[in-house]
Structures are given as C-alpha cells and as structure tokens.
C-alpha cells in the first residue's frame, strides 16, 4: 500500500560484512516509492561496492579477524571501539529531520534514537532474534544474547530469516539475479569464506585436486588460477554467476549467502565464524530445517568433511511465500505504527 504522504526515509546499514549491504542494494529501490531516502553507513568489514546514497558514514564498531583460526580476534575488536566517539557521532546524527528511522542492526543510530526519544523500526536479521522461536545451538552464549538483544534496539522489531518462526518475522529478501536465474552445475564449488586467510584455503583446497573451486576473497585483486583453484575478486555479478552455475557453495554461516544458496537447490556447506554467536544460532537452524553441512573450521580434517557432505543428500530447498515488496511494505506501516512488540 502506497502512501500519499512522500516520506523521509533514514535508513542505517551495518557494513560488518557483505551481507547487510547485500540487502539493502535490493531493497533500497522498494523503499524509494515511499519518499526520499538517506542512508546511513556504519563499519568497514566489507567488500561490496554499490551506488547507495550514503548520506552519513562512520566507522562504527568493526570486527577483527584472526584469519589463522577463523576466529574473531575479541582484544583487536575491543581494542578498536571509540566510545567517546560513537557516543559523539549518536548526539549529532540528524535523525530527528527524518518520518522513519530503519535500522539494520546499527548501534550508532540505536544510540541516538534513545537519546533522542526517536520511535525506529529494527528491521533485518539480527532483529528475528527477539524471539524465543528462533533456533539456538543446544549450549546458549549468555554474552551472545545479549549482544544480539542489546547492540541495536528499535521501538519495533521486524526480523528475517530462513523461516517464518513467529509473527514478526519474514522470510529472506532475496536479489533479483537469483529470483530470476536459471540454476545449473558446471562441476565447480563455490567458496566464500572471508574468516581465512587465502594461504589457509589455498593450503587445503589445493588437497582436493580432484575438484575445481572458485573462491571469492577481498585479499585477491585480479582473477588468476592455481591449479584447481580459480580465485577472484569480490564481484557481486561474477559471485552471482559462479554460486547460480556451481555444484555446492562452501561459505560462513551468515544469512543472505546461504538463504541463496538454498533458493536455488544447491548444495550448501556452512562453517560458523568462531566467536560470532549469530552464525552459530544460523548453523543451528540450517542444520535442523534445511539438512545443511556445518563444520567448525577448516583445518587438516576439511578433505573428510568435504567427502562426508558431497556424498549426501543434498540440503532442503527454500521456497519463498512472500514477495519484497509486501515485506517492505509491511516495514512502513508498522513502522510507522505506534505499537510495539
């Protein structure tokens, strides 16, 4: 349902990762038929390039890696977050100018809308945790959940994930190269994990020399091969092409990624970054709904990991019942609604 009223949009992205940013490339078209939108930037743990209008940009809280152990390296992360600044940053976001506040799991505009006394709506991924429905691993992160419930609020949640597990949740927002692809299996595998350092693929996909993989990492400049592997530069088309056209996808268990590697059939393998309790939460629900391959890390034991999952039954397919245009209208008019949940 259109509005008559031509909104202000404020819109804030995390960019700890692709995957925020992924989303908001697809959404951001949708979100323009309510009024004028403004964007705001948050962190610089990504790869991806797009044209979003980025009005505001800060650094925001940004996680380090330990690329050995696919780890994040906590003291390093610790080390790098500037409370004073963000407090800063908060007080003078203009947040006040604007009809509608969306925020994708970013603290900065978090902070500022209490501040402020701002009504938002905490829409994406992060925000599906705010109910008990969600899957957790067996053993629960107590400082986890309390990240996930604490680092960016919002006077209403609206979440996403791989299934409908309560009312306010909604299925994935999944990109039109892929709505709209034709799936096939020209033999390769698809790799996609930004935790580890290339030496430490190269060193044990290179063991495989029975299969060809196409690993995508922000350490390579230029596409080049080596053996059995192609390595290439983040590519959002190139990335497209190769997760559309390969045999199985290898990656993190983070939440855009695998929920497209399920809508188009294929084979799906996950391995949680270690420390980052919401991809140990979205292992736990692959695991369980959707048949998929989890691993702790890879290390000297992938090649039996890697026999053991090809040699299964492929994951469980993901069938969208919605499309992004109802859930990003649903977004505005609860967000513009006064209720909370």
Known sequence: MLHAK????????QATGNGHISRAIEIYPHLQKYGEV???LSGSNY???????VAYKSKGISLAYNQQSGSIDIKKTIKNIRLKQLWGEAKYLPIEKYDLIINDFES???????LKGKHSVHFGHQASFASKEVPRPKKKDLMGELVLSN??????????????????????????AILNAEP??????????SQFSLEILRKYFHQLNK???????GEVLNTHEDGNIKFLPINKEVFNKSLITCNGIITSAGFETPAEALYLGKKLMVVPIAGQYEQICNAAALVDSFHVK??????????????????????KSLYLTETTEQIIDNVINWGLSSKVN
Do not use: M
């Open 38 to 40: 403004d964007v705001f």
């Open 108 to 114: 900065i505009t978090s902070i500022a809308c209490q």
């Open 6 to 13: 031509r909104l202000k949009i404020f819109y804030a992205v």
């Open 294 to 315: 989890s691993i702790k890390t890879v290390d000297e034991n992938f090649s039996t990991h890697f026999y053991n999952w090809i040699n299964t039954a492929s994951s």
């Open 184 to 193: 096939c299996n020209d033999g390769h595998f698809t790799v996609y994990l």
């Open 47 to 53: 790869d991806l390039k797009s044209d979003l209008p």
């Open 151 to 176: 680092y960016a609020k919002g006077s209403r949640n609206i979440g996403l994930h791989f299934e409908k597990y309560d009312r306010f949740i909604f299925q994935p927002i999944i990109k039109k």
């Open 211 to 217: 299969f060809k993989f196409h690993i995508f990492s």
